[in-house]
Structure formats: C-alpha cells, structure tokens
C-alpha cells in the first residue's frame, strides 16, 4: 500500500506561485514514477507532470511547461510542484499520483499511474 498526501494548494491572483508538496509513505516495488494531475470542475482529470524516480527525467504537459517543475526529495519521500506564473485556467484540484504496474489505472507521461492522494485545491483569480 502507498499512501499520498498532498499539501500546499490555496488562493493566488495571477502571475503568482505556489509550490505543492506531496509525501509518500507505503512501498510498492513497482513504482519507479510519481506524478501531478489536476481537474477543473466539468472536465476531465489531465496530467501536469510526471518525474521518473530512477532517472531523474520529467515530463509536462504542454499548457504548463516552462511555468511548472516537479522536484524530488528522496530522503523526505516527497515530491513537489513548483507552479509560478499561474493562469486563472490552472485553477483546479491538484492530485498526487504513484507509478505501479500492479494496479495502474491511468498511463500518461510514460508512467502507469496507480496509487492516488486525496488533492488540493488551486485557485487562481485574475
């Protein structure tokens, strides 16, 4: 079992930035990617970013790149999303999720998703 827990959303007006945090805690010996989705209300959930545990390599959805990073604290089993220069249409529930071959249930960014956190809300007004 892997357990996520995501901290750090709020309210911010345009332009500014926010940095989520996400601990992991649980082992799956499968996982070897984590990653960030968000969903707006009426649409479907899109993947941010993904970083890649082992190599140390990130990917990101085209509407965020060169505005979000993804960095990893592995002695902390944390992951963070750094997100600067924030849109109104960022606004959203940001998910953690955990790479797993056993019980994947989304596949994006080269990583088969299957652990998921519970959010935290972003709101960004303009």
């Known amino acids: 079992q892997v357990q996520l827990l995501e901290s750090g959303g709020g309210s911010v007006q345009a332009g500014g930035s926010l940095r989520l945090s996400c601990v992991a805690s649980g082992y799956d010996y499968t996982t070897d990617c984590m990653g960030w989705f968000r969903q707006a209300p009426g649409k479907e959930r899109e993947g941010v970013g993904t970083t890649f545990i082992r190599a140390g390599s990130d990917y990101y959805a085209d509407s965020v790149k060169g ?9 902390k089993n944390t992951i963070y999303l750094q997100m ?9 529930m940001y998910y953690c999720a955990a790479g797993s071959r056993l019980r994947a249930t989304m596949t994006w960014g080269g990583c088969d998703f299957g652990w998921w956190g519970q959010g935290t809300q972003v709101t960004v007004s303009s």
């Open 84 to 92: 600067n220069s924030l849109k109104p249409e960022d606004t959203a």
């Open 67 to 75: 505005r979000f990073t993804i960095s990893q604290d592995k002695p």
